[in-house]
């Protein structure tokens, strides 16, 4: 069992700047593929980012260059650090994981959600 507590969200303006952590419990937080999701209201939940056991990282093209995702396995904490956000980025951002070395890459191969952190961009 892995439990997983986004904070980090907010209200920030157009052009501003969040930081998101993810902390997660309950197994070795080493051997879990991480990623972050997020769903606009009336949109379904779309696939941000991930970061593989090695490090590896993937991001959907339209955040490509703002967004960044890390880990600190010390600290059982991922983060994401969002630059340049528009009021597109609004929604709310779900911490994922994944138990073992394959990467995350749809809602179809996470194991383990948090409750989500609700991000708002204002114009």
Request: overall charge positive.
């Amino acid at each position: 069992q892995v439990q997983l507590v986004e904070s980090g969200g907010g209200l920030v303006q157009a052009g501003g700047s969040l930081r998101l952590s993810c902390a997660a419990s309950g197994r070795t937080f080493s051997n879990n593929a991480m990623a972050w999701f997020r769903q606009a209201p009336g949109k379904e939940r779309e696939f941000v980012t991930a970061i593989s056991r090695d490090g590896s990282t993937n991001y959907v093209e339209s955040v490509k260059g703002r967004f960044t995702i890390s880990r600190d396995n010390a600290k059982n904490t991922v983060f994401l650090q969002m630059n340049s956000l528009n009021p597109e980025d609004t929604a709310v951002y779900f911490c994922a994981a994944r138990i073992g070395y394959m990467a995350i890459t749809t809602g179809r191969t996470v194991d383990y959600w948090g409750q989500g952190t609700q991000v708002t961009v204002s114009s």
